[in-house]
């Protein structure tokens, strides 16, 4: 089983819809969880970072972290052609950040 | 502005053929990386320095070199390039190994004929 396991997509929602992304992990030993953003052309950005479980909210954004199921997710309210992007969702234990291999969104006006 | 600088941003070279691509932080930071992102398999760690004069291996350092000795500064190496490092190569950096906010660079897109 792969360390992080995150679906490719596409995934193409309409515009205003609720965006749910996941990623499922085998390491129980990980506690820092993240999501990358990466547009087009670009290099991927911190879109947010949580710590545990739990959930941590940042405007339109959710982040969720469920240890004992070994899943992470991140929503996306009210959804717009600009959250268009790929998204990585990443985690780390001590020193070491691995990243799930991206889901493609988009996000149709 | 606060960025990781890569240089070129586009590269086509043939097989064997020394190349450089550079890298460039000006936030200070101790921990520099070097990953490749290829379709299907996501970000792949080349290699990392923690710090001046130390670098070590990440996952798929065959074929590469890196060298810090400045603190800025980053380079990867491709000594003897191949087609199978026909690659996007992306620099990063953070204030310390394991820091959760990475800053990448723009990107290289390199192609090896």
């Known amino acids: 089983q792969k360390e992080v396991e995150q679906d490719p997509g596409p995934l193409s929602v309409p515009e205003g819809a609720i965006v749910s992304l996941n990623c499922t992990y085998s390491?129980?030993?990980?506690?820092?969880f993240m999501w990358y953003r990466q547009y087009s052309r670009k290099g991927p950005e911190l879109l947010m970072y949580?710590?545990?479980?739990g959930n941590k909210e940042d405007g339109r954004f959710t982040a969720q972290v469920d240890k004992s199921s070994k899943y992470i997710s991140l929503f996306i309210r009210d959804s717009q052609p600009s959250d268009s992007a790929t998204y990585l969702c990443?985690?780390?234990?001590?020193?070491?950040?691995?990243f799930g291999k991206g889901t493609r969104l988009h996000i149709l006006p | 502005e606060a960025q990781v600088t890569q240089n070129p941003r586009y590269l086509i070279t043939v097989t064997g053929k020394k190349l450089t691509v550079t890298c460039s932080q000006n936030?200070?930071?101790?921990?520099m990386s070097w990953y490749r992102q290829d379709p299907g398999l996501g970000l792949r760690q080349i290699y990392y320095?923690?710090?001046?004069?130390?670098?070590d291996k990440g996952d798929v350092p065959e074929g590469y070199k890196v060298s810090r000795k400045e603190k800025r500064n980053f380079p990867l190496i491709l000594e003897s390039p191949s087609p199978n490092q026909t690659s996007l190569y992306f620099c990063?950096?953070?204030?310390?190994?394991?820091?959760?906010?990475?800053?990448f660079g723009s990107g290289t897109q390199l192609s090896v004929l």
């Open positions: 990063a950096s953070s204030f310390a190994q394991g820091d959760e906010k990475l800053f």
């Open positions: 390491n129980s030993a990980f506690q820092y």
């Open positions: 949580t710590y545990s479980s």
């Open positions: 990443a985690m780390s234990e001590d020193d070491k950040i691995i």
């Open positions: 936030m200070n930071h101790e921990y």
């Open positions: 320095s923690m710090n001046v004069e130390v670098t």
